[in-house]
T-cell receptor
Framework: QKEVEQNSGPLSVPEGAIASLNCTYS??????FFWYRQYSGKSPELIMF????GDKEDGRFTAQLNKASQYVSLLIRDSQPSDSATYLC???????????FGKGNQVVVIP | EPEVTQTPSHQVTQMGQEVILRCVPI?????FYWYRQILGQKVEFLVS????????KSEIFDDQFSVERPDGSNFTLKIRSTKLEDSAMYFC????????????FGDGTRLSIL
């Protein structure tokens, strides 16, 4: 079983709409959860992190964590063309400090 | 805003040669990491480093790889005898502590093995 799964294909959203991304993880003991944005050919850029069940909002981004169901999601409100990128879900397992990454979800915001 | 810096941005090396990738972590961070990303694939953990020693390494990080903090600022990744499959983007990251603190990534070094 893969540690971190991001299964949906490229997501196309109109400018101004909400983009919704999901991620599941296998290690029930995971304690830290991150969303990184990666533009093509660039490095991962941290945009959100969440540690507790529930929602966390930062500007146009909202991260949602449900540890019982082992999923974490990211909502991007009022999507802008500059949001077009690949979004990487990363999970920090309990007891160590390596991050396990998903393959990423590509988001394309259509003007 | 403080950032992680990596040099060089692109390294081209003949197979079998040694290569050293360099990183300057954020100054008040204590934990340092190397990750790699083969083109079109996910980001993979290689090694974490704290207090001048490796704290964790993945199965990718075999005897060909080593890390070092030669002075108070630099953090290096050495690949002793490069193979074609070592071609990838190598990212250095740092964090204030382990576990919950976010890891911040440098811009990466693109390593091309010929």
């Amino acid at each position: 079983q893969k540690e971190v799964e991001q299964n949906s294909g490229p997501l196309s959203v109109p400018e101004g709409a909400i983009a919704s991304l999901n991620c599941t993880y296998s290690d029930r003991g995971s304690q830290s959860f991150f969303w990184y944005r990666q533009y093509s050919g660039k490095s991962p850029e941290l945009i959100m992190f969440i540690y507790s069940n529930g929602d966390k909002e930062d500007g146009r981004f909202t991260a949602q964590l449900n540890k019982a169901s082992q999923y974490v999601s990211l909502l991007i409100r009022d999507s802008q063309p500059s949001d077009s990128a690949t979004y990487l879900c990363a999970v920090g397992p309990r007891g160590n400090n390596r991050l396990a990454f998903g393959k990423g979800n590509q988001v394309v915001v259509i003007p | 805003e403080p950032e992680v810096t990596q040099t060089p941005s692109h390294q081209v090396t003949q197979m079998g040669q040694e290569v050293i990738l360099r990183c300057v972590p954020i100054s008040n961070h204590l934990y340092f990491y190397w990750y790699r990303q083969i083109l079109g694939q996910k980001v993979e953990f290689l090694v974490s480093f704290y207090n001048n020693e490796i704290s964790e390494k993945s199965e990718i990080f075999d005897d060909q790889f080593s890390v070092e903090r030669p002075d108070g600022s630099n953090f290096t990744l050495k690949i002793r005898s490069t193979k074609l499959e070592d071609s990838a983007m190598y990212f250095c990251a740092s964090s204030k502590d382990n576990g919950n603190q976010p890891q911040h990534f440098g811009d990466g070094t693109r390593l091309s093995i010929l």
